[in-house]
């Protein structure tokens, strides 16, 4: 029950941090930080929103006995040799397909700009959050394949 308490006054906090930056984002005379104060309101309110509903649904006590073995094969998959082998080796190809992209993307970006054919200020932002996505969802994909064929 302790971590539970803790983890509920963490969530609490962090969803009053977000909406106190949702504020400051609709405030008109924060307007060249409100679309970045905003976005990071929005995301740790409603991150914060939906742990709050995963700890009160997994530690009702009519799900003890789901969560318990909820817990167990948690445990055992993380301790599990064959998988932490192919975590590793997954990681380390997704991280090597991500370094392809980005010195390719770097490339592509810098010609463009060098022949004035596209400003990248607010494409490369938006290319960085893709990114993160991409390289998330690859090592995800790399690691599934990988579970197959051993």
């Known amino acids: 029950m302790k971590n539970n308490t803790k983890i509920l006054i963490a969530n ?3 969803l009053v941090i977000g ?3 949702l504020l400051f984002g609709f405030n008109e005379t924060t307007a060249p930080m409100s679309g970045m104060l905003t976005g990071l309101g929005s995301a740790l309110s409603l991150s914060a929103v939906f742990w709050m509903i995963r700890v009160l649904y997994w530690y009702s006590p009519s799900r003890k006995d789901q969560y318990e073995n909820r817990m167990k094969t948690q445990n055992i998959d993380l301790k599990d040799e064959r998988k932490i082998m192919l975590r590793d080796k997954s990681g380390r190809a997704a991280y090597l397909i991500g370094l392809a992209v980005l010195v390719i993307c770097i490339l ?3 010609v463009l700009h ?4 596209y400003d990248i200020g607010r494409a490369f932002f938006i290319f ?3 990114f993160v996505v991409f390289e998330y969802l690859l090592g995800i994909i790399i690691f599934n394949i990988m579970s197959k064929k051993l």
């Not at 060098?114 to 054919?117: D, E, F, S, T, V």
């Open 128 to 130: 960085t959050g893709v």
């Open 19 to 21: 909406i106190v930056m």
């Open 108 to 110: 592509v970006f810098r």
């Open 114 to 117: 060098a022949l004035n054919i």
């Open 12 to 14: 609490v906090i962090m």
